[in-house]
């Protein structure tokens, strides 16, 4: 009898484990972007970003960061993409959305965040990934200074294809700074089970 419980707790259990591993997969979006120097997948978290989340979901499936490009690469600092093509053309954008960071989540390193202008609500399409902790980038208040860049993903494989975009020379073009002189693209940005 013993046995047949102790069977049965673990049928439970592994069950159980499965359904929410299952559902921490489905609740929490992957993303392959596939670069011009190697593959980076990241993980979106939705449930404590899901303005964010959904927004760079939008723009994944509708193909847009498909021929753009990692525009701004500091070493120890981050490298912005996903709003420039290889012609260092601004891609068309939909609205701007909430500023979320006041979510929790942090600006540390694999972290990826919105990037947006002085005016805290206005990020669209353009999103940084993090080469260290960043804590002057977290929230801090609902003020001009304290707003803060809302985190919504992790880099979950390829950090040494982050690593290795930031080896890349950089310069000036088109008037912006800290522009790899050759260009990092993404190929493509597509969802993964």
């Known amino acids: 009898m013993r ?4 069977s049965m707790l673990f049928l439970f259990t592994a069950t159980t ?5 299952n559902k921490m997969t489905q609740a929490h979006p992957k993303v392959k972007l596939t670069t011009s120097v ?3 997948t990241i993980q979106l978290n939705p449930e404590k ?3 964010s989340s959904a927004n ?3 723009y994944v499936k509708e193909g847009f960061y498909n021929g753009t490009i990692f525009h701004r690469v500091i070493k120890g600092f981050m490298a912005q993409g ?3 093509d290889t012609s260092f053309h601004q891609k068309d954008v939909h609205a701007p959305i909430e500023n979320e960071a006041d979510n929790g989540l942090k600006n540390t390193r694999g972290s990826i965040a919105m990037a947006r202008t002085n005016v805290p609500n206005s990020a669209t399409a353009q999103f940084f990934i993090n080469y260290k902790d960043n804590d002057f980038l977290n929230h801090t208040g609902k003020n001009a200074s304290g707003w803060g860049y809302a985190v919504f993903a992790e880099v979950i494989e390829g950090m040494d294809v982050v690593d290795k975009m930031a080896t890349e020379p950089t310069g000036t073009r088109n008037g912006n700074q800290d522009v790899p002189k050759t260009d990092i693209v993404i ?3 597509e969802i993964i089970e």
């Open 3 to 6: 046995n047949l419980l102790l």
């Open 17 to 21: 484990s499965f359904a929410t591993e």
């Open 38 to 40: 190697g593959e980076i």
């Open 49 to 51: 970003a899901p303005i």
């Open 56 to 58: 760079f979901l939008t």
């Open 82 to 84: 996903g709003g420039f």
């Open 187 to 189: 190929e493509k940005a």
